[in-house]
Every structure is written in C-alpha cells, then in structure tokens.
C-alpha cells in the first residue's frame, strides 16, 4: 500500500507564499518523476511543475518564476514552493508520483499514485 500525503495548503493573502509539502509512504522501492497539479473550480486537471528523480524540473509557462519544485528522496518527499500569489491560484492541489513498486536487472513495477489533494486559497 502506497500512500502520498501532502500539506502546506491553506489560506492567504495575495502577494503571500505557501510551501506544499507531499510525502510517500508504504511498501515500495524507489520514486521515480513526482510533480504537483492543481484543479481550480469548474475547470480541469493541470499540469504545475514535475520533477524527475535526478532533479530535471519542467513547469507550466504560467508558472515559472513564481512557483519552484524540488525534492528530498531520501524522505521520498516533493515540495512546492508558491510565492507572490493571486486570487487566480486558488485551487486544490495535488501530488503526483510514480512509484518503482518492484525493480529487477530487466524491468521496473512502475505505479503512478496522488494525493488527496490540499486547498490552497488565495484572498484578494
């Protein structure tokens, strides 16, 4: 059992920061990419920023600039640091992560598992 756990959501003002946090817990080899995706009310899914185990990060344009990812593997954990906020980021906000489940010499068990998800609101 795989579970991912985030933290950090909450309210505030705009022009303030939050730090998201994501933790992976259970019974698994290793992380491969983790990443955070948001859903704003009424509209879909999107991409925030990724990250892969080696530390390549890709963000949405909208994004860069203004929200970093990063990560500590060795606390399976992914972080999203949101500065200068907007109204316009309110959203809840999700972790993603695939998840090495078995590892050999010749394949991988790969599993992709999120979060339940963090509300973050921003008040104008």
């Known amino acids: 059992q795989v579970q991912l756990v985030e933290s950090g959501g909450g309210l505030v003002q705009a022009g303030g920061s939050l730090r998201l946090s994501c933790v992976a817990s259970g019974n698994f080899f290793s992380v491969n990419s983790m990443a955070w995706y948001r859903q704003a009310p009424g509209k879909q899914r999107e991409l925030v920023a990724r990250i892969s185990r080696g530390g390549s990060t890709n963000y949405a344009d909208s994004m860069k600039g203004r929200f970093t990812i990063s990560r500590d593997n060795a606390k399976n954990t992914v972080y999203l640091q949101m500065n200068s906020l907007k109204p316009e980021h309110t959203a809840v906000y999700y972790c993603?992560?695939?998840?090495?489940?078995?590892?050999?010499?010749?394949?991988?068990?790969?599993?992709?598992?999120w979060g339940q998800g963090t509300q973050v609101t921003v008040s104008s």
């Open positions: 993603y992560a695939d998840v090495v489940l078995t590892s050999t010499p010749y394949s991988q068990g790969i599993q992709a598992y």
